[in-house]
């Protein structure tokens, strides 16, 4: 069974950075996407980042020029780079891995960003 390990959470103060990863632990093959999500209280969850197996990413709007996924694939392991952290980045944040069997899901690590 595969498991996905989130870390890198925590909170920062307005213009910082963090770096998430998330590392799939199990055996997993032919995964053809990884992505990050996040859910702030109140809201739905929503696509921060996407990354392909070949290497194309999408981003929201909200995040375009601050954040970067990238992804190591002998690692199976995706990393989302925030930089320019803002309060409204508040939220959970999920991994999300995909091969043609499986859609799964990490169990979420938190950020805050407040002064």
């Known amino acids: 069974q595969v498991q996905l390990v989130e870390s890198g959470g925590g909170l920062v103060q307005p213009g910082g950075s963090l770096r998430l990863s998330c590392a799939a632990a199990g055996s997993i093959f032919s995964i053809y996407y990884m992505g990050w999500y996040r859910q702030a209280p109140g809201r739905q969850r929503e696509l921060v980042a996407g990354?392909?197996?070949?290497?194309?990413?999408n981003y929201a709007e909200s995040v375009k020029g601050r954040f970067t996924i990238s992804r190591d694939n002998a690692k199976n392991t995706v990393y989302l780079q925030m930089n320019s952290l803002k309060p409204e980045d508040t939220a959970d944040y999920y991994c999300n891995v995909r091969n043609p069997l499986n859609n799964i899901w990490g169990q979420g690590t938190q950020v805050t960003v407040s002064s």
């Open positions: 990354i392909t197996s070949g290497d194309s990413t």
